[in-house]
């Protein structure tokens, strides 16, 4: 069974970078596309963007200034860099698996990241 | 604002039919067959019920359907059960330069 799992600081500083990273197990990195998504406390879902195993990133048009996503197929994990964070970044991010149909099959738990200084 | 448009919220009792919309454009519903619904608890990572417009993901039973007319996708759930007291969220394809949409959520009471 496919597991993804989010890791990185739970607190960023205003106008500085978040980074996260999504580490893939039970399954292959190769022949899909990965995303992150994100949910703003009390809020509903936002796709940031996704990248193919080989590379290719799309991103959502309204933070594409900002985002950078990158995959390490050595090490089964995708990444997440966010610049210039303010308290409207505060969300819960998830990192995903595009399934059938641009569906999100698999899913990790989240993590919360917060802007604040 | 979401691109996509759901009711904020809906309700029905045990045993009932409840019918969640999403209306979108078409631009992303009505250009494509590649509609999703997700289910979310509290606190918990959304889970995919339906993809495909009308294709349940594996293990999500048969109360639960997904349908589209023009612009506009319909969740159904069946013989409401508790347990299904949840917000959904509806998400479609967009085209290549924006591939995914989501609508802003529903909560459902099961009263």
């Known amino acids: 069974q496919v597991q993804l799992q989010e890791s990185g600081p739970g607190l960023v500083k205003p106008s500085e970078t978040l980074s996260l990273t999504c580490t893939v197990s039970g399954g292959s990195i190769s022949s899909h596309f990965w995303s992150w998504i994100r949910q703003p406390p009390g809020k509903g879902l936002e796709w940031i963007g996704y990248?193919?195993?080989?590379?290719?990133?799309t991103y959502n048009p309204s933070l594409k200034s900002r985002v950078t996503i990158s995959v390490d197929m050595s090490k089964s994990q995708f990444s997440l860099k966010l610049s210039s964070v303010t308290a409207a970044d505060t969300a819960v991010y998830y990192c995903?698996?595009?399934?059938?149909?641009?569906?999100?099959?698999?899913w990790g738990q989240g993590t919360l990241v917060t802007v604040s200084s | 604002q979401s691109a996509l448009t759901q009711p904020p919220s809906a309700s029905g009792s045990p045993g009932q039919s409840v019918t969640i919309s999403c209306t979108g454009t078409s631009s992303d519903i009505g250009g494509y067959n590649y509609v999703s619904w997700y289910q979310q608890h509290p606190g918990k990572a959304p889970k995919l019920l339906i993809y495909e417009v009308t294709r349940r993901s594996s293990g999500v039973p048969d109360r639960f359907s997904g349908s589209k007319s023009g612009n506009t996708a319909s969740l159904t759930v069946s013989g409401l059960q508790t347990e299904d007291e949840a917000d959904y969220y509806c998400n479609s394809y967009a085209g290549n330069n924006t591939p995914c949409v989501f609508g802003g959520g529903t909560k459902l009471t099961v009263l």
């Open positions: 990248i193919f195993y080989s590379g290719g990133t």
């Open positions: 995903a698996r595009v399934t059938g149909g641009y569906s999100y099959g698999y």
